[in-house]
């Protein structure tokens, strides 16, 4: 992150609330309705351009901006500020017809829009710094403009001959000669050896060569992060004072290395889409809070986008009960988040998001969600101070995108590791017992942490290893599971086992793994199970903490534990339940020695202050003992709060 | 339907019984020994010439017909009719070869006849006009010949270049100008607003945009059927005495709306396909003879195809048990068939179609099978007199097939909610009681009933609304299911919620769904139990009839009933198990009083008389009382008859 | 099979043990260390080149085999024999690039090495030649060259235009004219009816006619052994005193008739890939081997290929417990392969095989899994005079691979008939109770046998009920089960029913068939379960052995047996599970009357010497009773042996 020295958003003060806004998605006698209810819901920032190239650009190089200029004008005249889209994601039907080779090769002949484009197509790559280019220079100076969003969404890959060309030259430049690139990616293992440049394609998604896969994977990372700053180039040129950015989303299968885009982002802005219907949905909503936070630096960030009602979940579409919103905006501010943005304005009357939850549902401003949306843009007001606090962390998890690719594809000790999972894991059951975690690169600075969790990190360095090693022998908690340290950065496998470059460190070599069926589970002697995974170590310095019981690896170590320095080496050769893997925290000695499971607090610190964020996630009300002032009340705490639950039935008030 | 005054199929005297006759499979030294087993049988009508292009046309242009006038004389000689067919469904080889473009864009390189053509392509269409022009001229005063069946069986959708233009022309003349189909469509919402013609493109299969998808499923309907009246004006001029028909199927993935296609067929053909192996089969049968006679205005239609033996259901290939094709055969004439066919005369020694049931099976005559088709034919005589008689049915049940477009596409409020299983399940529950059921167009004539079923109504203009409110101000009583009325024809949402337009007759409006998983339930304040969805209402008017217990919807109603003018209506946000629906309907009044769920009896009148067809289920005979004659025997009924069950083990006899 | 005069593999006393080795995996420093190694392990004979096209012609024309001409020294200076192939199942990507139209239509464009060709593509077969002749002329005097592999592993199926020319010039010699072709495909049946040869296609993978489908599949069988034959040619002109062979594999997609293919292979080597974890590995291990075995005529065979520790399931991969690499290979060795080969000698650290299994893993020669391949290497010394000693099964299994295609295609009477699982049933059950099998082929000699066992023998001519009618008049016993006889070689299904060609034989009709869906069951007279499939039958001699119990089919005949002759034959109409058929086999009379079943014995035979191979299945020690000589130690066996059991746990030692 490259933050500017203005604060952002330009002009908003206090915390962000909004939404997208499609104005041309209605006739303009619905435009100032639609500012009308914006102030009564105390919007005061909305998203605007998004989606719109066509109606921007109708055909090749001729502009209409006259409508945008109108409702920019009129956002103004009404304190509402703006992050205006570079719309490029969206090339119009007649950006396909004019220029058949930009579009992605699984799109062409389809002109419906959305990522109808090869980002490595020169075609496009110019007619996007053109657009970008006219937007900057008509908005320059527009009162409304607060921050540029580039692009949108990233969610398209392409394999086509501009890719080819595209990859093959940033092989040249991360591997030097070909040579080299057979030797990385062991093309003598399928006959695949290239004896030129030009023999070097894109690989299919069904591709076997895991070195392949993966290069192919970070070059598209680097590809779009090539065309995001193109055009933050060219807005940096023209409006230096105003910040630049594009919104993250974690889980796709456009591959996206965060660690690396987020220096170059002036603001970290994040969807969060959560995909249970459960109280996992408060985890996840968590978990995408403190990831953005942790690529923030620990600084703000922001929430841009979220569904306020209808959200998907792999069992369908599922509505967020009463409350629930309130909830989930608690929790990113809680983490840090300088504002609360969502989805859209208003559901649109057709179209494939027509059904997409917004701020202003089909059914209107008289209902439920309005209601609830309304009640949040009050509550707001009063927590922007909060801003300014740390969210002091002291567990660091080591989030690694390349080690989940790795995983994910082909060439795998067992295809059933699943990394997301294994981070997940780590992450639920610490927010569960209210323990705060900041997420890290697997070389990062550990220092701020007592405990870093290891989980399945596939792909590691020797250096990855050293940086570890170091701050465990300064005394500091490492624990690794299953899967890590098998392979270097590139994919190939470090001598010598399962265990890789993290063997000194685990004490322990994991000479052959025994990987399990699905449904498959393994007995522990401390009567947990493992699923998924188990291994024969042959020991070497480390201790066991508890072995396998019966089965090919009856009394051989699971869980071991080793000294280095003056710190430790927890790891785990199984993939545990939540239960046991808290167990085995409580063990490590990180958990709190109380504390109600239905109620989170979070705790926020500036040099002077403290705050408390406390969130009821139980039915019944609870109360906490509290010193200090209530932010909303601006009251002495009185001793302490009744903190009602958050949410229950709906009702028609 | 447009009925010519000639009663069809001309020639035939009472009812037909046959099937598809493909002597092509076969030697000719076969013709005979077939035409001798079919006068055994019973048979007097075979539909001829379907799949036989490659036999009748070998090289473009080059016509060899001598094989056909050799079996239609035979035919002829032997009594026997025959539905004539254009087999423009099977192009031969050749035609793919020769004309490249014409053929479906999934099929080109292929050759494999079925289907390998675009229905658009000039060629093609070029190319059925020649041979049906040829068979007209040829067979026009052919004494076998009976009645028409153009094409056979559509089931191809393309996207070329052919395609494109026709689409185009299709939408400019159903929309008018660029901006009414960018308004329509909502292209605004994905960034797909169109700025020319030439950019609207035939929709991926996988497309997002609702409205695009659903013209193009009505595109594809009316193409089809622009096809299908091109024919039918060829063979008009040639045998204006000649009714002309094609074969509908229901549930096919190929987009036909049959309201619109019964208006230009000359008799309502059917094919018959339950996927069922339970006594659901015989539902499925009732289901599809229930909506032909509806699709024919209440007059006779004809079962065109069905299995005798072997059919298929989504648990693979199954074998009709004794007596069952007998209770089939009985469903439809009860509901007013004009006859029974059957797929195939004999089943072919190889191809795709080998297995296929026939009437005559690969062990030949000497079979239950044969005997069992022979002792229907045997049946048959003695029931023509029904013909004449009406099927009296008191309720009617919306059928749209657009609505089931739409709501099995993208941009829903669930894709769980299942169509046809909505308006099965009305016509299941009223089936196993006895009451007979029309099915009607949303904006059909409700007059003749007292109750109308509105299953999932998606799509609904305002029109629709209208007809229905004023039917039933005047007494009528209707009952509508969730996601009814929430769309306009074009597939964009009425404003307000849920309910849309069938809002105020339903007195009360849908403002939010709750979507429940696919293994979901919630419960209702009567015991039952819902699926799939519940809905928060906001009454205006409205009592409710039962609510929801526990959950978000806690007390909110589920069920609710209006007064609206003399009659009522009911509304259900929810979707309940047969048993409750059952109960819902004898609440509303609609079940009668007693009655054997083993027996189904159909009753069927003239001006002079009454019909009474009772069909056993059950597995032990059972009385009935009854006056009047057997039609079987001639005689009085002598108070009543034992009606033994149909079916039972297979015995070699 | 064609045996050269010559002991094979040429060079290699005793028993062959090894694997696949790729020093062009490795930097050449590493080569020492490998064959120190090997010789350590006992290593006898590796295979080299297998996927080093790359290597050896970087460029069109241009060779380098200088690292070829060192590694084969140095293997032959340590008395390490080499299967020597000729790598043309994996073109180098330039070959892709110079020859687009030799790329399987599936995979252009891609490059990634493995398969990207077409088999009929000219520039390929020319390529394939100047390649092998380069490789004979150099290594034709190599003292390590001991075999020739051709390709290695046939595994592409393409649909060009060369496939398209290739195909109807094979059609043309089996069928003669167009018309026969038409007759024997049907094509009249869907309109598919040809007037052109240029009209005939490969017919595509979902292709719906099943006489097209299995003659594809015969043509590509024939198609590959054609490009196999020309290499063998080749290689016999430069060294007429090696075999030449390539590894069979059963169960792939890519359609081999093996018993065409055994006629030409100078070696009948194999694969051994079995997809079970739990005992089933050890079945499949000996159903490999019988194979084989039978394949090569009785005579020896070569194990050419099989895992050492990770192996792929249905449910992901698993790791082979301590023991049973041991018991897989005394399985092998028993069944009288000539030695012992793995798929790969060391992993490599990377590429798509990176994580199969090797003789020498990752993780070093200090494993368990390295010390169990050393102690195999060390038993084979022992056992090699077992090589001379015949396998004498008295029980025959047909083996039709066509059966099997027709079976898996389309047009079948049910799709849930499973033609392996029906073979796989009868060995498994046999194997279980010490019952040692031949396969055969369904026009074999089974005059060796007592019993035949003719599992869903769906494709057969008459000359093939013509061999076994005559072979059972003389006193033979046959079992046949249901599906079989029904259709001829071409896939036309013969007249009269079911069982069709093997009607008379069978003493019984099948007139219609009962299709079972696939969890459904049907019971019978005798208790047992039926599933798949019952049958409906006309009793013309045979007499009931049971009946089945309810349903439709009640009280009619399910298993029966008709005195043919001398002999005898049973026909089973539906599927039996294990107990039941054991049982029947009981019946039949053909399971030794006591026997342990953890305990696997296999007696072997010379004119001088019977051998016993003893196989401990259980967990527990057992004695056998016996005399002779102990072939490991050499001294006299004392009445008896201890045999411990096969593996255990995992222990450090």
């Known amino acids: 992150m490259n933050p500017t020295s203005t604060r952002w958003p330009a002009g908003v003060d206090g915390l962000c609330f909004g ?361 707001l007001p009063g927590l922007a101070e909060l801003d300014e606090a740390t969210v002091p962390a002291k567990v660091g998890i080591v989030w690694d995108e390349p080690s989940w690719w790795a995983l994910s594809g082909p060439g795998v000790p067992s295809p059933h590791v699943d990394y997301l999972e294994g981070v997940r894991q780590a992450h639920r059951v610490l927010w569960r017992h209210n323990v705060l975690t900041d997420f890290t690169a697997s070389e990062g600075d550990f220092s701020p942490y007592g405990l870093v969790v290891v989980p399945h990190l596939y792909l590691a360095a020797e250096s990855a290893a050293d940086n570890l090693a170091a701050w465990v022998e300064h005394g500091g908690t490492a624990l690794i599971t299953f899967a890590s340290g098998t392979a270097d950065g590139t994919g190939n496998i470090h001598p010598g086992g399962l265990t890789g470059v993290f063997g000194s460190l685990i004490g322990a070599r994991g000479v052959e793994g025994y990987p399990l069926r699905p449904d498959e589970t393994v007995e522990l002697s401390n009567g947990a199970h493992g699923r998924v995974w188990s291994e024969h170590l042959h020991l070497d310095g480390a201790d066991t903490v508890c072995g396998y019981r019966g089965g090919v690896l009856d009394r051989q170590p699971a869980v071991t534990v080793h000294e280095w320095g003056r710190g430790r080496v927890w790891y785990v050769s199984t993939l545990l339940d939540d239960e046991s893997f808290t167990e085995l925290l409580d063990t490590v000695g990180v958990l709190p020695a109380d504390g109600d499971p239905e109620v989170e607090i979070i705790q926020r610190e500036t040099d002077d202050d403290t705050y408390r964020i406390v969130i009821n996630h139980g039915d019944k009300p609870t109360s906490i003992k509290a010193t200090g002032t209530d932010l909303f009340t601006g009251q002495p705490a009185q001793g302490g709060y009744q903190v009602p639950p958050a949410g229950g039935p709906t009702s028609d008030e």
Chains 1, 2, 3 share one sequence.
Request: net charge negative; with cysteine.
């Open 19 to 379: 939404a997208d806004y499609h104005p041309e998605h209605w006739p303009p006698d619905t435009w100032n309705e639609d500012v009308d209810l914006m102030r009564r819901a105390g919007v005061n920032l909305v998203t605007v351009g998004a989606g719109a190239w066509s109606h921007l650009e109708p055909a090749e190089g001729m502009y209409e901006l006259d409508w945008l200029d109108d409702i920019l004008d009129l956002l103004a005249d009404n304190d509402i500020h703006v992050i205006l889209t570079t719309p490029t994601a969206t090339p119009p039907p007649w950006f396909g017809l004019r220029h058949p080779d930009a579009v992605a090769d699984d799109q062409r002949q389809v002109h419906d829009g959305y990522s109808a484009y090869c980002v490595c197509a020169p075609a496009f790559r110019a007619a996007c710094l053109r657009l970008t280019r006219e937007l900057a220079t008509r908005y320059r100076h527009h009162p409304a403009l607060s921050l540029w969003q580039v692009h949108g969404h990233y969610l398209t890959v392409c394999r086509c001959d501009h890719v080819a060309r595209a990859f093959q030259q940033w092989l040249r430049e991360r591997h030097g000669d070909l040579d080299a690139l057979n030797n990385v990616w062991n093309t003598a293992v399928n006959g695949q050896r290239y004896s030129d440049w030009a023999q070097v394609r894109p690989p299919r998604p069904e591709a076997s060569n895991p070195a392949q896969l993966l290069d192919f994977h970070r070059f598209n990372s680097d590809e779009m992060l090539a065309h995001f700053t193109e055009q933050r180039t060219v807005l940096r040129q023209y409006t230096p004072h105003v910040p630049v950015t594009t919104t993250f989303r974690f889980g796709h299968d456009v591959p996206i290395d965060h660690w690396r885009w987020s220096r170059e982002v002036d603001v970290v802005a994040v969807a969060s889409h959560p995909d249970r219907a459960d109280r996992g949905a408060e985890e996840q909503t968590a978990f995408v809070a403190d990831l953005a936070r942790s690529l923030a630096g620990g600084e703000s960030w922001l929430l841009k986008e979220q569904a306020t009602g209808s959200f998907q979940t792999s069992d369908g579409p599922r509505t967020l009960e009463p409350g629930r919103l309130e909830k989930h905006a608690m929790t990113q501010i809680a983490r840090r988040s300088r504002g609360v943005m969502f989805e859209q304005w208003r559901s649109p009357r057709g179209g494939a998001t027509a059904w997409r939850s917004a701020m202003l549902p089909h059914s209107g401003p008289n209902t439920r969600l309005f209601r609830e949306v309304t009640r949040i843009g009050e509550m």
